[in-house]
């Protein structure tokens, strides 16, 4: 029982483009935020973390709002610098 908990805690929990009741016009670039964070938390991609970084700096900087993508970018984020990823320096 103690392994299966180990392996839930180990696993990232993207939220959805579903999940985020987003617009119409905020819909397509979420979908590609999304599928470009799935690409960044698995550690098997790691030697394209770093052109995944710059890709959602690209998306995030052409879109003229981007808070409502906050909640799909920052928890993923956060254990990535927990992890001390070196792709991301």
Do not use: W
């Not at 392996?7 to 959805?16: A, H």
């Not at 119409?24 to 979420?30: D, I, L, Q, R």
């Not at 770093?50 to 799909?72: A, E, N, R, W």
């Amino acid at each position: 029982m103690q392994n299966i908990v180990a392996v839930k805690q180990k696993q990232r929990v993207l939220v959805t483009v579903e999940e985020l009741n987003l617009s119409k016009e905020n819909k397509y670039p979420a979908m590609a935020i999304y599928q470009l964070m799935k690409v960044l938390v698995d550690p098997n991609m790691r030697d394209h973390h770093q052109v995944t970084l710059c890709g959602l700096i690209y998306l995030l900087k052409s879109q003229p709002d981007s808070m409502p993508f906050m909640p799909m970018l920052i928890p993923p984020l956060m254990d990535l610098v927990k992890q001390n990823d070196y792709a991301l320096t």
